[in-house]
């Protein structure tokens, strides 16, 4: 059985206000093309189709492109929603669509039916487990004691009833322990978000989404594919790929990547005005690609981001590296900032505002709040 494995899209999404749209139509092509080289068995996404729970209309006509040129080559779909994703707007229409190969997974309600491929081995079980945090498990399942998101998982996983003698893969999106991140997710760096790895044993491959790095966690059968494009500079570095996954007997598992060339790169170039400004230097430095440019000058430059623009017309961001900088960082830091969540953060205000710590209700209000405005609902 050989599938691709693809999540975090993030259709539709802006990155420093310049739409990528064009970007994403690029390399869905391109992935298109890669799919009719390698002919899998099958297509996962593993959330975050979208950027945003109400996506623009652009977002979805792009979307339906991609999976009108899949079902045209007779090609199952495995689809399930991301904490970006409005899991009731993603799922409309699946029960329709399933009978084209589209299987997208129904919003969460405490029943997860597998999708049953086969090949000359027997069967497969996709498993299609959306975006879920404990007050949905705990909604479904009120007395299983549920009080973190590993609990939920495994509460979850329990009652989906999996014979683990067959060949199985679940499809999630979730933050698991020890991965590494970056700037452009949504995390909660508290740690409310960590699912321990255990809570997938006894799978033959985790399709994972959320994580914008691809890495394997633990072991090759728990993974993260990561963005088909780079979505913040804390991304520059990585290489951009296709996962292809090969299931074999039972316990024989293949992985390999097949690399994406984007349309435009986003990189960071570091110098003074004028190295960067030398026609020696941008004649051969990608002039097109979205770039952070990052000026060593001990003096600001006039008008630096109109000027490097003539040059480099997808700038998208322009700091300094000098004296002044590294001294203000320093003057200016928060050693716990990064190690906290919002709402731990929103305390420390609130406290500091007012003399006096939040209360319970207080606490819950502004965690509903915070998760409201991370989904897009607000």
């Excluded at 991609?66 to 409005?86: E, M, Q, T, Y």
């Excluded at 020696?280 to 990608?286: C, E, K, L, N």
């Excluded at 690609?289 to 998208?316: F, S």
Aim: charged share 25%; aromatic share 8%.
């Amino acid at each position: 059985m050989k599938f691709i494995h693809l999540s975090d899209l993030h259709i539709g999404k802006r990155v420093n206000e310049i739409s990528m749209i064009e970007d994403q139509a690029y390399i869905l092509t391109q992935i298109i093309r890669i799919i009719d080289g390698e002919r899998p068995d099958a297509v996962v996404i593993a959330g975050d189709v979208y950027d945003k729970s109400i996506p623009p209309a652009e977002a979805v006509t792009l979307f339906d492109d991609f999976l009108c040129r899949l079902a045209k080559r007779s090609l199952p779909v495995l689809i399930i929603s991301g904490n970006h994703d409005s899991p009731e707007r993603l799922a409309f229409g699946g029960r329709l669509m399933a009978g084209s190969g589209i299987h997208l997974a129904p919003v969460y309600d405490g029943i997860v039916e597998p999708v049953t491929l086969s090949d000359s081995h027997g069967d497969v079980r996709f498993w299609l487990l959306p975006f879920i945090k404990p007050v949905h498990v705990k909604h479904c399942f009120p007395d299983a004691g549920i009080e973190s998101c590993t609990d939920a998982l495994r509460t979850a996983v329990e009652h989906m009833g999996v014979d683990f003698t067959g060949r199985n893969v679940l499809v999630t999106h979730q933050f698991v322990t020890g991965a590494a991140t970056c700037e452009s997710e949504e995390i909660s760096v508290g740690g409310s978000d960590n699912v321990d790895i255990s809570v997938f044993d006894g799978f033959d491959y985790v399709a994972l989404g959320h994580l914008h790095g691809p890495q394997n966690v633990g072991s090759s059968r728990v993974r993260y594919c990561g963005t088909p494009l780079k979505y913040s500079f804390s991304e520059a570095g990585h290489y951009k790929s296709v996962t292809v996954v090969e299931l074999g007997e039972k316990n024989d598992l293949r992985l390999r990547t097949v690399p994406l060339t984007p349309r435009h790169d986003l990189r960071e170039i570091t110098g003074t005005f004028a190295e960067l400004t030398d026609k020696a230097f941008y004649s051969t430095a990608g002039t097109e690609d979205y770039l952070h440019i990052i000026l060593t000058d001990e003096e600001d430059v006039a008008e630096a981001v109109g000027r490097l623009r003539v040059i480099y017309p997808n700038l998208m961001k322009l700091s300094y590296d000098n004296t002044r900088t590294r001294t203000d960082q320093v003057v200016g830091s928060a050693e716990n900032v990064k190690s906290k969540s919002p709402l731990e953060l929103f305390e420390e205000l609130y406290a500091l505002q007012n003399n006096q710590p939040m209360s319970g209700e207080q606490r819950a209000f502004t965690q509903e709040l915070i998760e409201s405005i991370q989904e897009g609902n607000v």
